[in-house]
């Protein structure tokens, strides 16, 4: 266990009242040490995509590693009377000790892609149900946009800069899961502290309203941070702007940022101008409410980089991935599992354990999301040249594999997303909604 | 100052790093100092509704409270050279030491509502845009779709329970947001230890899939927490399910839970067989990824309580409420305020000091949000019985009122909301889309 991990705060109240009411009940009843196991998986791809991005998972197992029940969080539970003192005393000792597996963050997923399977006694496993629910649905809506985005974009840079419109720290771990989507960096601070990512941003209109002139506002950020440095020229007349920024910064401007008007147009008339005042190789960024279908119809003007705001932040229309969290099998009395589901007509869960691969061609492109359901990794045939294994064990007994957590595991998920997004049909890049772009199938 | 202050973390990287460039350009020009205004608003109301509700004004106090920057701040933007040293130094030593004015929480506001004035230096007041955007843009979002499920809901209790829909942190503001709203209780456990909100919820599907049968669930569930709770019904078979739970519970059961099928014709027979069983006094509480349409649509039928998810945290389709922070006025140099404002076309803005009132007719109903525009409150003619004022003090000199902060804070703006709801006009509580329900005028 890391040293510090006293010093982190506890998530442990970040967590629906029933999942303690349900461990309180079990507890009495004498069934909350079953062994169970507990599936994340989504039944369908949110806004019709082709295909989603699994984030967040980093970020969940910090989370599970400061999932405890201190003494403020017990004296709460207990002044608000939201559990029993038997109860109580068994959250005193909690610490998660069963184990996790998954798919790799950064990975492509489909409907029913079992993302997350969690073995444990029922009480431990469903008290994460919430916290685990929270971290995936955000992170991965945010990763299923930004990944459009960054296809859209074709290899040019992409900045977050959606903070100013998401909860403040959900603006953490967006900047975050788009990164992880192939972005290549973000205006949020924290995000650059906490994981490692790069930071960037000037100015904003507020700076050049602060000054007697356009001009004025310019040298002086051309004085305090160097001329390869970005001015925003829209805050007046744009092409009265470019003229300032160069006069301001001289032909060795780093760029300019356009922030409101008809982009299209706009940046072709920039373009030009700045290439007729001799800054030609002044870089053009544009930032005005972009989505994947904004950058996609910026594709064949001069655009050097893009800003995206709000529609990364929010998921671009879907702004939770839909992911539930269900007990899919618990041990019987005879030490086999017995596969449970819910039978709701409109909700079914397939029971039982599952062990996914994705199905390749010869040509090492993905034509099935094959799942296996039967008794574990141990019976399947898979790892085959032609089926990609997409499991990797995350905890093993309460023991947290470090490789995925931090800013090497955020590092490491980016690279992960960038490797298999080439093994996708050609169709998972289309925009328009569809079907997914793999089917999924299970087999027994 | 708060003696817990020092317990808290900074808040000061939730912050885009052109804030900080921004301020580093203004310190070596000598600009920084500038007296300023910065105000926020929004141009238009999300989702093309008739108002929307102010929140996130307490939490925002609380966060200001805590944005300095300690040494792991300091070394973090030193290292990564984000500001020169000069500035460095003077972000040692920064605390907000402007005032503020803005709506009070749980406010009704308008397009070009002036929400939050901050006055202060231009450093110490560009510093707070990410941050105070980040929380009025979410928490809002969030009471804005409220407002209108607590509407839609006529009367009959709503809880908020979308904590896995939502990142974890946003989970526990969404809470709230929707409490200030109207809403009764929620089933975030942070929630309630942070603000003092009403916690609620029993049990999941997995609480029945992990016994042999569901009657043996619903037994368990009542020896442990008594009969007068609420059972979930429709993991396998509706009917089977309510007949299980009277006979585990017996008539006085206090409620059961549905959470799929056809909601409408589903309840109207639930009821019957329930009442057909005895159980005439066990409630219906249903659950099933409602909106405020859904909840509409269910008006006519006997539910008595609905739990909303997805659609309350992620703001129904609105997902962030669209306001900004604009420098309005900076102070001339012969002591006057001189009014500011971009003139890019789409994005105008109004320069200068607001000063908003809501127009009343004789009957006390709202005619118009008029907005003076001057030097500030001892100018206008506002206060009178017709012309409710709509700004508070929240911060003065720095220093923080603390009747807008804490659990008190948001138990005040739950009040404040539900008095002034009264004083709309009666097609605020339309749902359809359409023009705001109060014009916006401006009066100089």
Redesign the interface.
């Known amino acids: 266990m890391n040293p510090t991990t006293s010093r982190q705060a506890s998530?442990a109240?970040?967590?629906?009242?029933?999942?303690?009411?349900?461990v309180?009940?079990?507890i009495?009843?004498g069934?909350a040490d079953?062994e169970?196991m507990?599936e994340v998986f989504a039944r369908r791809l949110p806004g019709a995509r082709r295909y989603g991005i699994v984030a967040g998972t980093g970020r969940l197992l910090d989370?599970i590693r400061n999932f405890r029940f201190d003494d403020a969080?017990l004296s709460?539970?207990r002044e608000?009377e939201?559990v029993?003192q038997r109860t109580l005393d068994w959250l005193a000792d909690y610490r998660f000790s069963g184990s996790i597996w998954g798919y790799r963050e950064g990975e492509a997923y489909f409907p029913n892609s079992p993302l997350l399977v969690v073995e444990s006694s029922?009480a431990e496993g469903?008290l994460l149900?919430?916290?685990a629910?929270?971290?995936l649905?955000?992170?991965s809506a945010v990763a299923n946009a930004a990944t459009r985005m960054v296809t859209a974009a074709r290899g040019r840079p992409l900045a977050e800069?959606g903070?100013?419109?998401?909860?403040?720290?959900?603006?953490?771990?967006a900047a975050r899961a788009a990164y992880i989507a192939g972005f290549d960096a973000t205006?949020?601070?924290?995000a650059?502290?906490t994981w490692g990512i790069p930071?960037?941003?000037?100015?904003?209109?507020?700076?050049t309203?602060?000054?007697d002139s356009e001009e004025e506002a310019f040298r002086?950020?051309v004085?305090?941070?160097g001329s390869n440095t970005t001015l925003l020229v829209?805050?007046?007349?744009v092409a009265d702007g470019v003229r300032a920024a160069v006069a301001a910064a001289g032909p060795e401007l780093g760029a300019v940022r356009l922030?409101?008007?008809d982009l299209p147009t706009l940046v072709v008339e920039v373009r030009e101008l700045l290439d007729s005042l001799g800054a030609t190789k002044t870089k053009i960024t544009v930032t005005n409410d972009l989505d994947e279908h904004a950058i996609a119809a910026l594709s064949a003007v001069p655009v050097d980089s893009y800003g995206v705001g709000?529609s990364v932040?929010?998921?671009s229309g879907s702004?939770?991935a839909?992911m539930v969290?269900?007990?899919v099998a618990?041990r019987g009395d005879d030490g086999g599992w017995i596969p449970?589901?819910?039978?709701?007509?409109?909700?079914i869960s397939i029971g039982g354990r599952k062990y996914p691969v994705r199905r390749l061609n010869s040509a090492q492109i993905a034509v099935e999301e094959l799942i296996y359901v039967g008794d574990g990794p141990e019976d399947s045939d898979s790892g085959s040249a032609l089926e990609r294994p997409l499991f990797v064990q995350l905890v093993n007994a309460g023991v947290i594999d470090e490789q995925f957590t931090g800013p090497e595991g955020t590092r490491r998920a980016r690279e992960h997303r960038a490797k298999i997004l080439s093994e996708l049909p050609a169709d998972a890049s289309r925009l328009g909604r569809g079907d997914p772009t793999l089917p999924t199938t299970f087999s027994s």
Do not use: I
């Open positions: 998530t109240l970040h967590t629906d009242r029933y999942e303690l009411t349900m309180d009940a079990a009495q009843h069934t079953t169970c507990f989370l969080e709460w539970l608000n939201v029993t029922f469903v149900e919430t916290l629910l929270s971290v649905n955000y992170d800069m903070s100013r419109r998401a909860h403040e720290q959900s603006a953490v771990a205006s949020n601070l924290e650059g502290r930071t960037m941003g000037t100015a904003a209109h507020a700076f309203l602060l000054h002086a950020q004085a305090a941070v829209d805050t007046y007349d922030d409101s008007g709000t932040v929010t998921g702004p939770a839909g969290y269900k007990l618990r449970v589901a819910k039978k709701s007509p409109e909700k």
